[in-house]
T-cell receptor
Framework: DQQVKQNSPSLSVQEGRISILNCDYT??????FLWYKKYPAEGPTFLIS?????DKNEDGRFTVFLNKSAKHLSLHIVPSQPGDSAVYFC???????????FGTGTRLKVLA | NAGVTQTPKFQVLKTGQSMTLQCAQD?????MYWYRQDPGMGLRLIYY???????DKGEVPNGYNVSRLNKREFSLRLESAAPSQTSVYFC??????????FGQGTRLTVV
């Protein structure tokens, strides 16, 4: 039973436009959510996070939105750049267990 | 700034052989993790250690064992490798309420 789901395996966006990546979760105990970016042959690197007490967090071109009632989060990248082309994973954690559960990833391709 | 270091980077095993993947972190983190990444499956948690002296099963623990040797080191052992364990393995570490930091990965092929 997959607790964190990314239903879009891939996404293509023109350079300069907005990229929106989506993630759904099923476990209502999750209270901390993260997005990671992964390039080929490298480990995932942290991008941005959000606590369940917030509904939005911004860091430069990256914004994460959390809708707790829908158990849904999204990552917005504006404007998208070719260097953003990578696989993006969302992850969730609950403070009681210390473990991070990841989604299946979305491959983003930003077209120049 | 080494962060999380995994060895080896690549490994080919024959079915039935055993091996241990090593992981060390220098960030004084309490928690450490082992994940595997397979196409279409994302990152799946194998085992984790919330703190030194404790280990717990993750989503896909079968066929693996772990040892939290000390606060810095967390190893993953395959006792009898199977082709289904062909994957890229990532070690990670974290402190409470912060993100996990990942190593560069070990690409394992079991033939």
């Amino acid at each position: 039973d997959q607790q964190v789901k990314q239903n879009s395996p891939s996404l293509s966006v023109q350079e300069g436009r907005i990229s929106i990546l989506n993630c759904d979760y099923t476990n209502s105990m999750f209270d901390y959510f993260l997005w990671y970016k992964k390039y080929p042959a490298e480990g995932p690197t942290f991008l941005i996070s959000i606590s369940s007490i917030k509904d939005k967090n911004e860091d430069g071109r990256f914004t994460v939105f959390l809708n707790k009632s829908a158990k849904h989060l999204s990552l917005h990248i504006v404007p998208s750049q070719p260097g953003d082309s990578a696989v993006y994973f969302c992850a969730a954690s609950d403070a009681g267990t210390y473990k991070y559960i990841f989604g299946t990833g979305t491959r983003l391709k930003v077209l120049a | 700034n080494a962060g999380v270091t995994q060895t080896p980077k690549f490994q080919v095993l024959k079915t039935g052989q055993s091996m241990t993947l090593q992981c060390a972190q220098d960030m004084n983190h309490n928690s450490m993790y082992w994940y595997r990444q397979d196409p279409g499956m994302g990152l799946r948690l194998i085992y984790y250690s919330a703190s030194e002296g404790t280990t717990d099963k993750g989503e896909v623990p079968n066929g693996y064992n772990v040892s939290r040797l000390n606060k810095r080191e967390f190893s993953l052992r395959l006792e009898s490798a199977a082709p289904s364990q062909t994957s890229v393995y990532f070690c990670a570490s974290s402190a409470p309420t912060i993100e996990a930091f990942f190593g560069q990965g070990t690409r394992l092929t079991v033939v």
